[in-house]
């Protein structure tokens, strides 16, 4: 039978062509029958999708890690540019700053661009890489919102506002640039105070070591521009109408002794008033301690904490108006008490002491007094804490000489004999370490002030720090405190069981005098109550504050129990105790306190700023817990 050319089987000719059936591909065949081809088919789909999965892959992988050096590579070229940007301001080149600013902004911009892409964002996901993919891309972020918001703004007033804006000439600070920076300060401000919490939040725990000693660099980075620009901005809304802008000002300038210790640092000397007006600043009436008697009454209601604490002498006598930590109190009892006897009204109260007048005196350079004497960086400390007492007994002698330097190094720096810079590292310095305070009567300038370390006041302790207070009370009556080392330290900070954190501070007293203080010093400074305290002898009253809510457990020294009584200052644990050496004796006290609930994972002390004075930070574990 003839068959069609081409068929695999016979078929007769005539025989009708079987239907076509859409399906019947996969219908199987009968067994026995020849196995279809189409799982080979199906395997091959599949192989394709998974090479095609890879090839993405590989590819995705490439991209971000071509972007992340060339992000690397934009990040390293911007944070030389950012120190020179900082080089250029301080030296005034504000075009040159201008230039730096600008190539700061283009790679730092270019490496946010390169972090943020949606493969970036994607691949962040990824374990382990995701971390690290997640830490490069918000640090960038945070470089490109600096440079941005914060440093190009800056640069731009850079001509027009620095710091030889804030010297004064004949007396004489110039407003202008003040009142015109302010705008561009106060959103720089801002900016960085973002890019702060911003960099703070960045997760560096399970990241690669460059990666983590990055965003620490940055941190501390944007912390420290934070402080620079916070200060600056600051100063532009403040010093306007400190120096008379909307009107006259009277300011009281409190020199303090640190030869006879205070919490904020030492017994208020010498006084004198700093009258402002239009920018203008002039030295008014001076006085000292001596012509201040004890009030008959408080001065002005004392909070309850303080007065149980201190005493109503805080409110009587001038010389004990700082017995209290909170100078804010301080300088309203100082102008209240200037007001009722001279009266002045008091805008504002400065205190200062001779240490931080040495950081001044190096901007200054030296100056010649009345007396002869030529008053130096080198030489301000030891002439006027114990010299002084030496040559004048006669303690309206010793004020005439206080008077006579705060006059002449005031007449220095108003007449604008003084290097710009470093007067304001000086002041910058003096008030780091708690030197230079301020309290100002007007209530939106305190509120300024609040945030600052020109406030002073009771410590702040935050989610990552606990901070303590260590404050000092001179209780012999002498000026031995020059002789006095004070050395601080938080000890140790244990978790316990129940997850309280367990704090020891330690304080260290010692006094360096020579072995015959006693009698070879003059009864001035030696002390002139030997019927209650050792002439020689140094005896303080230390009061610890720590964080609210804490409890003091247990007051030793030499693994004995250390006599010591508690109390509370406006929600502060306080813990105090009295401690006398004689000439070159020394003593450590140690208090064991019970903290509330912290996740603080530093602790630190704010001391009395004494003529020698130490403290030891230490990083503390993190607890979580409650005293019950």
Not at 85 to 110: I, W
Not at 302 to 331: C, E, H, K, M, W
Request: charged fraction near 15%.
């Amino acid at each position: 039978m003839p068959t069609r050319p081409g068929a695999d089987s016979a078929t007769p000719a005539d025989e009708p062509a079987a239907p076509y059936e859409p399906n019947a591909g996969l219908v199987p065949r009968e067994p026995g029958g020849s196995q279809p081809r189409h799982p080979r088919r199906r395997k091959r789909i599949v192989l394709f999708s998974v090479l095609g999965v890879v090839v993405l892959l590989v590819a995705a992988v490439a991209w971000v890690g071509i972007r992340a050096l060339l992000a690397k590579g934009e990040l390293e070229k911007a944070i030389p540019l950012a120190t020179k940007v900082e080089q250029n301001l301080a030296s005034g080149d504000s075009a040159a700053a201008k230039r730096a600013s600008a190539a700061l902004t283009k790679h730092a911009g270019k490496a946010a661009e390169l972090t943020s892409d949606p493969i970036w964002r994607v691949a962040e996901i990824v374990p382990w890489l995701g971390g690290n993919l997640t830490a490069v891309r918000q640090a960038a972020a945070v470089t490109d919102a600096v440079a941005e918001h914060a440093v190009a703004p800056l640069t731009g007033v850079a001509g027009n506002f620095t710091v030889a804006s804030l010297k004064p000439k004949n007396g004489t600070v110039d407003l202008g640039p003040l009142a015109e920076a302010a705008p561009t300060l106060h959103a720089a401000q801002l900016a960085l105070a973002d890019a702060k919490t911003q960099a703070h939040a960045i997760k560096t725990g399970g990241t690669i070591g460059a990666v983590a000693s990055a965003v620490s660099q940055l941190v501390k980075g944007v912390d420290t521009a934070s402080d620079v620009v916070d200060a600056a901005a600051n100063a532009t809304q403040l010093l306007p109408s400190m120096l008379g802008a909307d009107g006259p000002r009277n300011y009281l300038l409190l020199i303090q002794n640190p030869s006879e210790l205070r919490s904020t640092g030492g017994v208020s000397g010498a006084m004198a008033v700093l009258h402002t007006d239009k920018g203008h600043i002039a030295l008014g009436k001076q006085a000292s301690t001596m012509d201040f008697r004890k009030f008959p009454s408080e001065v002005m209601p004392l909070p309850t904490d303080t007065a149980a604490l201190y005493g109503p002498r805080v409110a009587q006598f001038i010389q004990n108006i700082n017995l209290t930590p909170r100078y804010s109190l301080s300088g309203e009892l100082a102008a209240t008490m200037w007001k009722k006897k001279f009266g002045i009204t008091i805008d504002g109260v400065f205190k200062i002491d001779p240490v931080a007048l040495s950081y001044l005196l190096k901007a200054t350079g030296p100056v010649k007094l009345a007396t002869g004497d030529t008053l130096s960086s080198d030489n301000a400390v030891p002439l006027l804490l114990s010299e002084v007492y030496q040559r004048y007994p006669d303690p309206r002698m010793q004020d005439a000489f206080f008077a006579s330097v705060a006059s002449t190094v005031f007449q220095k720096i108003t007449a604008g004999h003084a290097d710009a810079s470093a007067l304001v590292a000086a002041l910058a310095k003096a008030g780091g370490e708690g030197r230079i305070l301020l309290w100002s009567g007007h209530p939106a300038e305190q509120k300024v002030l609040a945030g600052t370390t020109l406030a002073g006041g009771l410590p702040v302790s935050t989610s990552s720090t606990s901070q303590y207070g260590v404050y000092l009370n001179d209780s012999t009556g002498s000026k031995m405190d020059y002789y006095l080392k004070v050395s601080v330290g938080v000890a140790s900070r244990v978790c316990r069981a129940d997850g309280h954190p367990n704090t020891r501070v330690s304080v260290t007293l010692t006094n360096t005098a020579p072995t015959d203080a006693g009698t070879a010093l003059p009864a001035y400074v030696a002390g002139p109550v030997p019927d209650t305290v050792t002439p020689g002898h140094i005896r303080n009253k230390v009061a610890i504050y720590a964080p609210a809510g804490s409890l003091v457990l247990s007051t030793t020294s030499g693994g004995a129990e250390f006599p010591a009584n508690a109390a509370v200052d406006e929600g502060h644990t306080v813990g105090q105790f009295e401690v006398e050496l004689a000439p070159g004796a020394s003593k450590t006290v140690t208090m064991n306190l019970l903290e509330t609930k912290s996740t603080a994972t530093r602790a630190d002390a704010v001391v009395t700023p004494a003529l020698s004075t130490s403290v030891k930070q230490m990083v503390a574990p993190k607890c979580s817990g409650s005293v019950n």
